[in-house]
């Protein structure tokens, strides 16, 4: 019992020291100055339109007051902040996995429709086609991981073009969004839409009770549930595969050199069309934990955004597991302090869309935030520039 005791120590003692030097690491690069200082700058543009859009400096203050009040002001404001960042860490996990694979999937949007879609067809349906209830323990799980399923295959589609043709990923998965959008509005205008003669709008029946995740609190006015839990769960499963296993290796040696990894011997068709795969599985899971832990239906235009905001979320994150979650929190809390922000001052919600397009741009173009406080990053190593995607053709 000592032995293992004093083994388990060792085990979590080295894990515990990779943590700090990657840590150590990151402030030495600037890595970690970046995405921070990104966001910042952004508030402070954002001040300045206020002030400017309003003439009222004061307006500005209060509008970051309401803001953060919204967000984490009371029990109730922190719960449906965290509510909002859960679809926000699926979605920027497959985004961040897919650009370790040297893939950009923008198809994130339409993988997330197409989880929801097969969740809620799971949720509602499957218990009338069996002719009976179905256990929990058995419903649940089929309706997240038909969902998943299906956004990896949606995926798949798109990576296989990328491995067989050299047909750009980037196009692909645009098209591919149209095509699953179009196709979800089609099902939930037609096939799927809810009998109900009180509906009025285009969305499916309400799934049982069986597929629907627990709530984490007995207070009815906090939404937050187990998904929340399964987000984080996930982000520790996609730090393990990526640093931990032979297949995150092979992934990162593709998108690092794939003619090196080509003459290793890796397999590059197969790592391409399994990192979409993936890539699309955490997108659709976002859209089915969405649909079995707050919605409980499909709606259309529910979820409209999120697979676009997990791009910036990615990047804001600088592709790693743990980044994405603090990422997704960030966005997840300005999501959801839009609304208090906007009843206190008049400002404009659309005032947080333009804070995060400047997030993504300081993160995206490194160099003007490195410019800008140019003292901070004096003396600092250059860090490793990842390879996010490829030319047309190129694998």
Do not use: C
């Not at 709008?201 to 939404?223: H, K, N, Q, S, W």
Request: hydrophobic share 55%; aromatic share 8%; no cysteine.
């Amino acid at each position: 019992m000592e032995r293992s005791l004093r083994g388990l120590a060792r085990t979590w003692g080295g894990r515990l020291d990779e943590l700090t030097r990657a840590l150590r690491q990151s402030v030495q690069s600037g890595a970690l100055w970046v995405p921070i200082l990104a966001v910042l700058t952004a508030m402070g543009i954002g001040g300045v339109v206020v002030f400017v859009a309003t003439g009222k400096p004061q307006l500005a203050l209060l509008a970051y007051q309401g803001l953060w009040e919204g967000a984490f002001g009371s029990p109730k404001a922190l719960s449906e902040t965290l509510v909002q960042m859960t679809p926000y860490v699926f979605a920027g996990l497959g985004i961040a996995l897919a650009f370790h694979g040297g893939l950009f999937n923008i198809g994130a949007e339409g993988q997330l429709a197409l989880g929801a879609i097969v969740a809620a067809w799971i949720g509602y349906a499957l218990p009338s086609l069996v002719g009976g209830t179905i256990p929990a323990l058995l419903h649940l799980p089929l309706a997240i991981l038909g969902g998943a399923l299906a956004g990896a295959l949606w995926a798949a589609i798109p990576g296989w073009l990328k491995a067989r043709t050299g047909g750009h990923e980037v196009i692909n998965t645009i098209m591919m969004n149209y095509i699953a959008l179009l196709m979800a509005s089609y099902l939930l205008n037609g096939p799927m839409r809810d009998p109900s003669p009180t509906n009025v709008v285009a969305r499916t029946p309400r799934i049982a009770e069986t597929a629907r995740l627990p709530r984490l609190f007995a207070d009815p006015d906090l939404r937050l549930h187990a998904g929340f839990l399964i987000a984080l769960g996930m982000a520790l499963l996609v730090a393990w595969l990526l640093w931990r296993t032979t297949l995150g290796f092979e992934i990162r040696t593709v998108g690092l050199n794939p003619h090196a990894a080509r003459y290793a011997g890796i397999p590059i068709v197969r790592i391409t069309v399994l990192t979409m795969a993936m890539s699309g599985f955490l997108a659709g899971m976002a859209g089915a934990v969405q649909v079995t832990g707050l919605n409980y239906r499909h709606e259309l235009s529910f979820n409209l955004g999120y697979g676009f905001d997990a791009i910036a979320i990615a990047l804001l994150g600088k592709v790693h597991p743990m980044g994405v979650v603090l990422a997704a929190f960030l966005f997840g809390a300005l999501r959801n302090g839009a609304s208090r922000m906007q009843f206190l001052t008049q400002v404009p919600v659309d005032l947080i869309s333009v804070i995060q397009a400047l997030i993504l741009m300081f993160v995206a173009a490194e160099a003007i935030v490195r410019t800008l406080y140019r003292p901070l990053f004096r003396g600092a190593a250059e860090e490793e520039r990842m390879v996010l995607t490829r030319g047309w053709g190129e694998l």
